[in-house]
């Protein structure tokens, strides 16, 4: 049961340019998000965040947007820099009922900045 | 300084054998994880704890024991290996329970079962 699915394996973009990561999910519970970048040989560092209660959060230059009706969040890098080339995961998020919020994670999307 | 840091970064062993991965973490945090990435890449939980008491345990196979000695260290433990046990096994820690804390990972220890 795949609840997360980023559904583009792999991506390239042109430096300078605009890179857009998609993320749906299916379990309505989930009310917090998470986008994690990872670089080979090392663990996923969190790049940003966004409650269901909203629809966009900014950071330099990332942007997550959320539409809930579609179920569906997408990450924005803007401009594109080859140092973020990495695989990038999106996580949603619900209490697991045990005080713990639990999440899940998709299977990445490797983005390839081309200089 | 590594927040989050966990050995051995490589373990080849055969099956049937047991083997332990610790973690230990110096951000202060309460809450330690296990996630396990299987060879098509998803990172799905193991098991979590919150001031050395288990939280969530996933749908694990009980040959995998954690323990958490006290709230800096999680160890795993995983007694006669199956091939399927091959992964990569990512440590997290995060400063509390709820959606705020975002997770912070260690570097992972590739697991190789022959």
């Known amino acids: 049961d795949q609840q997360v699915k980023q559904n583009s394996p792999s991506l390239s973009v042109q430096e300078g340019r605009i890179s857009i990561l998609n993320c749906d999910y299916t379990?309505?519970?989930?009310?917090?998000f998470l986008w994690y970048k990872k670089y080979p040989a090392e663990g996923p560092t969190f790049l940003i965040s966004?409650?269901?209660?909203?629809d966009k959060n900014e950071d330099g230059r990332f942007t997550v947007f959320l539409n809930k009706s579609a179920k569906h969040l997408s990450l924005h890098i803007v401009p594109s820099q080859p140092g973020d080339s990495a695989v990038y995961f999106c996580a949603g998020g619900a209490n697991s009922g045990l005080g713990t919020y639990k999440y899940i994670f998709g299977t990445g999307t490797r983005l390839k900045v081309l200089a | 300084d590594t927040a989050v840091s966990q050995t051995p970064k490589y373990l080849v062993t055969q099956m049937g054998n047991d083997k332990s991965i610790k973690c230990e973490q110096n951000l202060g945090h309460d809450t330690m994880y296990w996630y396990k990435q299987d060879s098509k890449k998803f990172l799905k939980i193991m098991f979590s704890y919150n001031n050395k008491e288990l939280i969530i345990n996933e749908t694990v196979p009980n040959r995998f024991s954690p323990k958490s000695p006290d709230k800096a260290h999680l160890n795993l433990h995983i007694n006669s290996l199956e091939l399927g046990d091959s992964a990569v096994y990512f440590c997290?820690?995060?400063?509390?329970?709820?959606?705020?804390?975002?997770?912070?990972f260690g570097n992972g220890t590739r697991l190789t079962v022959t």
């Open positions: 966004i409650s269901s209660i909203k």
């Open positions: 997290a820690s995060s400063q509390d329970r709820g959606p705020m804390g975002p997770l912070h």
């Open positions: 379990n309505s519970m989930f009310d917090y």
